[in-house]
């Protein structure tokens, strides 16, 4: 929610003047600011700029969705921080999870993703610098083999996450931090750089924060975060073209991968179907060919390409 709309909200929380919202900075990065919209129950605010599953676009998914976060006075700075945590419901685990966009919900999780609404400025943030890096704090409990995640998007126009048919053109750029496996009970800081895919100005950043791996969450994983911000060491940001190509053809069962005219290096070569999921993982150096042998039901899939300077998409159609 944003506080040029919220005025009289964000007065009664005893907030100091508010501030016009600029194009470089991560709105209420702090967690200090809390307010209860429409639908939230009223002993568990939200933040201010910061949205959850049970204010989705799906209102009867939101009222059955549990709450699966809180306001905690335990702080890196000033008084309040977000803790996220995996809650059990239905005989399914609701990820803790919250975003500056809007979450649109369905009871398949597979359906389910997080979009910035560009029609509506209660779930987007207005941003058009290129950091260099997205920075911020936290603490967290993980489960065995599971752990939360930090995701930022610069994009043009409307993004989504995760994306549909592998299309991410309105992506800019893009920073993800993985949270450790294991227990962190101090305030530990982060810093990801952020990948650049085109050489655009952003209009929007669509921040994700979660306690637990996505779809495949573990009930009892939490996480709490604070202080989130982007760094700037530049005035450009730093740049990560698509160069060179990736050619892809299926023969009997068999994947024929080429890297041609590519930067320097090793891949991590990913095939992953039309809902996002990893079907093969390899890797392959610069110039190399490969065949992976693989059975893959008709369908359209999504072979990527990707080092730490270039990352390269194919489409290819299985009949």
Not at 91 to 113: I, K, P
Not at 295 to 306: K, T
């Amino acid at each position: 929610m944003k506080k040029t709309i919220l005025f009289l909200s964000v007065i009664l929380l005893g907030s100091p003047l508010l501030q016009a919202q600029t194009a470089d900075t991560i709105q209420n990065s702090g967690f200090e600011n809390w307010h209860v919209p429409i639908g939230i129950p009223a002993d568990h605010p939200l933040p201010v700029d910061w949205n959850g599953i049970k204010n989705s676009d799906n209102a009867i998914i939101s009222s059955l969705a549990p709450v699966n976060w809180e306001r905690c006075d335990t702080a890196h700075s000033g008084k309040y921080s977000l803790k996220l945590f995996n809650v059990s419901s239905m005989g399914l685990v609701a990820t803790g999870t919250m975003s500056n966009g809007r979450y649109h919900a369905e009871m398949n999780a597979d359906d389910s993703y997080v979009y910035t609404d560009i029609s509506n400025p209660l779930f987007n943030t207005p941003f058009t610098a290129r950091p260099d890096s997205l920075v911020g704090w936290f603490m967290c409990k993980s489960v065995s083999g599971d752990r939360g995640n930090v995701l930022a998007i610069l994009h043009t126009g409307y993004a989504r996450s995760p994306v549909l048919n592998g299309d991410s053109s309105t992506w800019v750029a893009k920073a993800s931090f993985d949270l450790p496996g294991s227990n962190i009970n101090k305030w530990t800081r982060f810093s990801v750089p952020f990948k650049y895919y085109s050489n655009s100005n952003p209009q929007y950043i669509l921040i994700i924060l979660t306690s637990g791996n996505g779809k495949h969450a573990i009930a009892g994983s939490s996480a709490k975060f604070d202080d989130l911000n982007v760094v700037f060491n530049n005035s450009t940001g730093i740049k990560h073209f698509q160069k060179g190509a990736l050619n892809v053809f299926a023969n009997n069962n068999k994947l024929h991968l080429e890297l041609k005219n590519v930067m320097r290096g090793v891949y991590k070569i990913r095939v992953l179907n039309i809902l996002g999921r990893v079907q093969a993982v390899t890797t392959m150096k610069s110039g190399e060919n490969k065949i992976i042998d693989i059975f893959l039901p008709s369908g359209i899939y999504i072979v990527q390409a990707e080092n730490s300077d270039n990352i390269l998409t194919k489409k290819i159609l299985i009949h």
